[in-house]
């Protein structure tokens, strides 16, 4: 996607920590009012990301730039950003007030004008009666609303945000999502958020980029990336219960078929990217718990296949069964009213054409 | 309640205690572990606090009730002679006018002293713990190795570096050295109390654009009292305690309390007037104790402060 006028805009950034490489020659441009979730597990440098952005980080090479000013060079406090970290970051002895306005003081902003977006920033995340109150004196989620707050009173064309709900409880974090949400419809600025949430990131974002050991897997819109996955590793780590993913062979001929352990899929539905079908190998075939259909529903599936149960595991909202397919170990899910046992005998099926085909060398989307 | 008790009318007497213990398990004041541990700390005690009694009782005595002997016997006629003669008449060298000198002497030594190694080293370790810089560990190492140095082999380089400058002997010289001392475990204190501070407040004063001493000075400092209580009370006591430095780098005239103490004490001549001495001995040591009587509470705190965390 080519972005005319980006908001940001980083290009061929590199950082290493000594002979460590943490981020490579990255390169991301985010539009004007974008929400951009940058989306990983632990240590695949999103947070590093962001703060190389801010410019907390020095970079080894490559440039920044934020509305199209070159600020590879710039402190953090020129360039335009605010930044909401995961601890809050509250400082301990000043009141709420006197947290939200220390980067106005420090940068010599008028008293009526300090007052003024104080006031404005109070009245839209709801913190006015907490304005007096040290940040010891608060609940978590008070906490954050402040420290989103302090982003906001700076005017920042910006907002990054650090795993800010990564401290909450699952309640609050669900309730502050929502704010932040919100927040972002009623503000429109350029937002970029890092997470390693897979619901954060599939609910907030407009685009998501997914990141392992500091490379950009997939940048797309989280709809593309949950249902069009560029490799293995952005299937595995989007959606909840995870992929299955089946061992086997892809055979060509009129129609490319899966083939496993007893079973064979004919992909005539598959949209394979380029010409990924054209020759046979070994692969890896992806299919979603949501995306098996079970019992009378399966009967109508382009492809199906009689199984036994193994286990069965309610999660509440709905009952994950376990079961083998070709022989592996695979994942569905069935409405939680549902009463299956284990060893039951049961017929499931689903449409090819919602499947992900991965190359088995590469791991790559066929 | 009385519905559920009627239902099963064992039930209320296993509450009422009839099937053993319940609630608090009872605690006796004679139990032999209190014995035991009582015993010990009240030993410890009065090993530890004998020396002082002898001392304040000497101290309060004439020298004819202390020829009679008995160290420990309370004063049969209490007199406060011997202190007055400790603080302003006491002989030592050449002049006459007891510990005062000394005294004041040791507030010029140590006040800037404490002063001036805690500003410095309370920047040296924020700087350390917060602002990477190129060749901070090295600089670090190289500081820290510096306190395994033994005082002795500096001392005559020192003599020579304070002569060239022109202020061996002055007190000016005596706080420059004890500032210089005092950087290494000081710095140490600082950076691990700063390192062990959230790096995200840093980074977020940084986005508010606060510079290097912004952060130090409206950040970092309201938030590390605790830590400069406890630096203060190290080089009070330190810098008081010390005789080495003292009697080194300093003339008889600037001599400060300990040294002074020492020339009383061990003067040759004349009668040996254990009750000035004793007085002398705790007029020095006053200054500590009290530093430890009042910060005691923050002191523990501060030691404390940085292993947990918030």
């Known amino acids: ?366 | 309640m009385a519905d559920v008790a009627s239902l099963s009318p064992g039930a209320e007497a296993l509450r009422r205690g009839a099937a053993g213990p319940s609630g608090p398990k009872p605690r006796h004041v004679l139990s032999r572990r209190n014995i035991f541990l009582y015993g010990t700390l009240i030993v410890v005690a009065l090993y530890y606090l004998l020396p002082l009694y002898v001392m304040i009782v000497t101290s309060l005595k004439g020298m004819p009730e202390i020829r009679l002997g008995n160290i420990f016997s309370p004063p049969m006629e209490i007199t406060f002679e011997p202190w007055v003669k400790a603080w302003a008449t006491a002989c030592t060298g050449l002049n006459c006018d007891g510990l005062s000198r000394g005294f004041w002497n040791s507030v010029r030594i140590t006040v800037p002293s404490v002063l001036l190694s805690i500003a410095i080293a309370s920047v040296n370790g924020y700087a350390l713990a917060n602002w990477r810089f190129k060749g901070a560990d090295t600089f670090f190492i190289i500081l820290i190795v510096g306190a395994f140095i033994p005082y002795q082999v500096m001392i005559y380089p020192i003599v020579i570096i304070l002569r060239e400058i022109g202020i061996y002997g002055t007190l000016t010289g005596l706080v420059i050295v004890h500032s210089i001392f005092g950087m290494p475990i000081l710095t140490l204190l600082f950076r691990n109390y700063f390192t062990s501070m959230p790096e995200e407040l840093f980074r977020a004063a940084r986005v508010d654009g606060a510079g290097f001493w912004g952060i130090y000075l409206r950040i970092m400092l309201p938030m590390s009292l605790p830590i400069f209580v406890v630096a203060i009370i190290l080089q009070v006591t330190g810098i008081w305690n010390d005789f080495l430095f003292g009697v080194v780098y300093t003339r008889p005239d600037t001599y400060p309390m300990t040294v002074q103490l020492n020339n009383i004490v061990n003067s040759v001549q004349g009668v040996k007037e254990y009750n000035v001495n004793m007085a002398a001995t705790i007029l020095t040591g006053l200054v500590p104790l009290i530093v430890y009587f009042v910060s005691g509470k923050l002191f523990v705190r501060g030691i404390a402060a940085g292993a947990v965390k918030g």
């Open chain 1, 1 to 366: 996607m080519d972005i005319a006028n980006p908001s940001v805009s980083i290009q061929d950034l590199s950082l290493n920590f000594g002979a460590v490489s943490v981020l490579q020659t990255l390169n991301l441009d985010v539009a004007e009012g974008e929400f951009i979730v940058l989306l990983g597990p632990s240590g695949c440098g999103k947070s590093t990301l962001l703060n190389c952005i801010a410019g907390l980080l020095d970079i080894s090479d490559g440039r920044i730039f934020i509305k199209g000013k070159n600020v590879t060079w710039e402190e953090p406090k020129d360039r335009g950003i605010g930044m909401v970290f995961q601890s809050y970051a509250l400082y301990p002895q000043m009141t709420v007030e006197k947290n939200l306005s220390f980067g106005l003081r420090v940068a010599g902003v008028p008293k009526d004008e300090i007052a003024k977006r104080i006031a404005r920033a109070a009245e839209i995340l709801q913190i006015e009666p907490l304005l007096q109150r040290k940040p010891s004196a608060l609940s978590g989620g008070q906490r954050q609303r402040v420290a989103i707050g302090r982003a906001l009173v700076r005017d920042v064309d910006v907002f990054l945000f650090d795993e800010p709900l990564s401290n909450l409880d699952a309640k609050l974090r669900s309730e502050l999502r929502v704010e932040i949400k919100l927040l972002h419809r009623r503000l429109e600025n350029t937002m970029i958020y890092v997470t390693h949430d897979q619901i954060e990131a599939m609910t907030l974002a407009d685009r998501i980029a997914v990141m392992r050991g500091g490379v950009i897997q997939q940048l797309d819109a989280p709809q593309t990336i949950y249902n069009r996955p560029v490799n293995r590793f952005v299937a595995g780590f989007l959606g909840s219960p995870a992929m299955n993913f089946l061992k086997g062979e892809l055979e060509v001929g009129a129609v490319p078929v899966f083939k496993a352990d007893g079973i064979s899929v004919p992909l005539g539905r598959y949209q394979f990217d380029g010409d990924g079908g054209r020759a046979a190998k070994p692969c890896i075939f992806g299919i979603r718990p949501e995306h098996i259909a079970f019992g009378d529903a399966a009967q109508a599936m382009p492809f199906t296949a009689e199984s036994t149960v193994e286990i069965v595991d309610p999660m509440g909202s709905d009952t994950l069964v376990w079961t083998k397919l070709g022989g592996q170990i695979i994942s569905f899910r069935v409405e939680a009213d549902k009463t299956l046992r284990n060893g039951d005998a049961i017929r499931i099926g689903f449409d090819p054409a919602r499947a992900s085909l991965f190359d088995a060398q590469t791991d790559n989307r066929l």
